[in-house]
């Protein structure tokens, strides 16, 4: 049986119905992996969403030895949320055994595998490149703030990448799901 399960609610009641909908099905979680210790679930009332569709939110975290997994459902129903956050929890955990229990079993070495691996051909059969692209631009100095202008300019929704001239590093500017920006910014390791 699954250590703990851990149901959590912002900005909403949390019913006796609801947490025990939760609780039942979150449970059957380690059907598909025995190792879980804790599944917290956290559901929320998210009022400032873009859309009615997006208010209700279901987030999913499983701890266990060596491993955390982590999904996140949004719908304008909280157990539409839910089981949504579920079964993409299901795949992960199923993504997960896949890569650290199954083995091959017919005693192949790894790079026999690899070598049996499909790789992209033309329509002529030649061999395609595993890069199809390259692009090269100029990057221009620019603060964080002349980022995201320069990114509302430009109509790039998802990222943009730029010189911070504040900092000397490049960067990367992008939009986040509640509208705000995020930053990221690289340090060799």
Do not use: C, W
């Amino acid at each position: 049986m699954t250590e703990k399960i851990e149901t959590v609610a912002r900005n909403m009641r949390l019913t006796d119905n609801v947490r025990e909908y939760v609780e039942k099905k979150a449970s059957k979680l380690e059907r598909y992996l025995q190792e879980i210790d804790e599944v917290r679930v956290e559901l929320s009332h998210v009022k400032s969403a873009r859309s009615a569709q997006d208010r209700q939110v279901a987030q999913i975290t499983v701890h266990g030895k060596g491993f955390i997994l982590r999904t996140e459902e949004r719908a304008d129903d909280i157990h539409a949320a839910f089981d949504a956050a579920l079964d993409k929890m299901q795949r992960q955990v199923d993504r997960y055994k896949g890569k650290h229990y199954r083995g091959r079993g017919d005693g192949r070495t790894a790079a026999e595998v690899a070598g049996e691996e499909e790789l992209p051909l033309d329509e002529t059969g030649e061999l395609l490149p595993l890069i199809g692209r390259r692009k090269k631009f100029i990057i221009l100095p620019m603060t964080e703030d002349e980022a995201v202008e320069q990114m509302r300019l430009l109509g790039h929704d998802n990222f943009f990448i730029f010189f911070n001239a504040d900092q000397n590093s490049i960067q990367v500017l992008y939009r986040r799901r509640n509208g705000t920006y995020g930053l990221i910014e690289p340090v060799i390791g």
